[in-house]
């Protein structure tokens, strides 16, 4: 089961930055918060991920806290085409069993 | 575009037909999973397969199978097909090793096959 909690839905403003909260208090030392975001029924995009220091890559910003028991991804202007539902996942990595474990996630929409 | 590939986009069928879903991974990778998403159960694991050997199960269904050839492409077989059976088909490619890995396996998604059971 997926060990995360996030807000079924959010809005945001096209141009604005969007942010997106995850809760995983029962995170354990050795897993990684993945983020993926899946666009109307398309595959599952990878967006970042990270293990306790803060992440940036060219799609998003990933801050997780100093306890790693919550998160936040960041898409710094979003637009319309950012509207997906995101995931929050948390994963070990390594070990023989690398199954993603997806929750509902958060349907952000971005509005005009 | 993720590098995944998956055949075919959309299939339809009846119920009590088989049916293979062909997936080939990322140049290089050698773990191939596979997932399900239907509406009533999200995205759901079902298989993992690396370099043809299978590693993990999820809630994969007796009716369902899956391989792995030496090309590293992968197939999912399902067969005496059910209404329920109707859903999205996704595959993911990753780097993954087979044992303890210091580094991060990332699973990149092919676009997905739409089942939908008549």
């Known amino acids: 089961d997926a060990k995360t909690t996030q807000p079924p839905s959010m809005d945001c403003a096209e141009g604005r930055a969007a942010n997106l909260p995850c809760n995983h208090s029962t995170i354990s030392g050795n897993e990684y918060v993945y983020w993926y975001r899946q666009i109307h029924s398309q595959g599952p995009q990878y967006i970042i991920h990270g293990l306790k220091n803060n992440e940036t890559n060219e799609m998003a910003s990933l801050i997780i806290t100093e306890d790693r028991k919550s998160s936040t991804l960041i898409l710094p202007h979003a637009t319309l085409r950012d509207t997906a539902v995101y995931y929050c996942i948390v994963r070990v990595v390594g070990g023989s069993n690398y199954k993603l474990t997806f929750g509902k996630g958060t349907l952000l929409t971005v509005n005009p | 575009d993720s590098g995944v590939t998956q055949t075919p986009k959309h299939l339809i069928t009846a119920t009590g037909q088989r049916v293979t879903l062909r997936c080939s991974p990322r140049?290089?990778?050698?773990?191939v999973y596979w997932y399900q998403q239907s509406l009533d159960q999200g995205l759901q694991f079902l298989i993992h397969y690396y370099n043809g050997e299978e590693r993990a199960k999820g809630n994969i269904l007796e009716r369902f199978s899956a391989q792995q050839f030496p090309d590293l492409h992968s197939e999912l077989n399902l067969s005496s097909l059910e209404l329920g059976d109707s859903a999205l088909y996704f595959c993911?490619?990753?780097?993954?090793?087979?044992?303890?890995?210091?580094?991060?396996?990332?699973?990149?998604f092919g676009p997905g096959t739409r089942l939908l059971v008549l």
């Open positions: 993911a490619s990753s780097v993954a090793s087979g044992g303890h890995s210091t580094f991060q396996e990332t699973q990149y």
């Open positions: 140049s290089g990778d050698l773990s």
